[in-house]
Nanobody, 115 residues
Framework: QVRLVESGGGLVQAGDSLRLSCEIS??????MAWFRQAPGQDRKFVAD????????YYAASVADRFTISRDSAKTTLYLQMNNLKPEDTAVYYC??????????WGQGTQVTVSS
């Protein structure tokens, strides 16, 4: 089993930065990811990272602004978000999986970007 706890969300202005964290207790299959869900929309993939190799993959909408990473102890997942836009407003979730499917989720952290 695994427990995922996100933190770091908040209310910021357009152009600001935020760093989200996801504390991981338990086993990681092979990948960790960030997803987001805006009001009235489906949950969407943001980025993922191979937990051993450190290789990363991004959605096109965030590739030049967001960075996914992990700490050296491999117990925390991060999402550095720069140049935030109002359309980045969403609840952000971390997830455990194998790059194709995701089987464990955190409770989410709200990010609100004002224009």
């Amino acid at each position: 089993q695994v427990r995922l706890v996100e933190s770091g969300g908040g209310l910021v202005q357009a152009g600001d930065s935020l760093r989200l964290s996801c504390e991981i207790s338990g086993y990681v299959i092979s990948h960790m990811a960030w997803f987001r869900q805006a009001p009235g929309q489906d949950r969407k993939f943001v980025a993922d990272i191979n937990w051993v190799a450190g290789t990363t993959y991004y959605a096109a909408s965030v590739a030049d602004r967001f960075t996914i990473s992990r700490d050296s102890a491999k117990t925390t997942l991060y999402l550095q978000m720069n140049n935030l836009k109002p359309e980045d407003t969403a609840v952000y979730y971390c997830a455990r999986g194998d790059h194709a499917t995701w089987d464990a989720w955190g409770q989410g952290t709200q990010v609100t970007v004002s224009s």
